[in-house]
């Protein structure tokens, strides 16, 4: 990870070890937090329309990044207990993404792509 995800990583497991939490901060659970999380962000942002969405008033913005604030800590701690380089997966995510969705063939269009078959050296895993 990032020295700052790294650091946020520490934090948070500091956090957990000094509040004897770490048996509640299995994957499961911090999975569903992070799901609970994601819903509340969403609940920000479901009835506005496109613009408020994209320019929330002072008041909207402020529950949206502590909404933020809390999807990202539950992801780089789940992140963190799985052993999991965010920044790696996010990374390789993309790589796919670059090879499924083809600039020309895909431009301004929301269809999916196929799905390709894994790269040579998945083979036999």
């Not at 402020?62 to 052993?83: H, M």
């Amino acid at each position: 990870m990032t020295t700052e995800l790294d650091g946020l990583a520490e934090r948070m497991r500091v956090f957990a070890e000094v509040r004897e939490w770490e048996r509640f901060h299995t994957p499961k659970n911090l999975a569903m937090a992070l799901a609970g999380e994601v819903g509340e962000l969403v609940a920000e942002l479901q009835w506005l329309t496109p613009d408020e969405s994209r320019s929330p008033d002072p008041e909207t913005l402020s529950r949206i990044t502590a909404e933020l604030g809390d999807v990202t800590a539950y992801l780089v701690r789940l992140a963190d207990v799985l052993g999991v380089d965010l920044v790696a997966a996010a990374h390789a995510k993309l790589d796919v993404g670059e090879r499924r969705y083809d600039p020309v063939r895909y431009r301004g269009s929301p269809r999916k792509a196929p799905h390709l078959p894994p790269p040579p050296e998945a083979e036999g895993r």
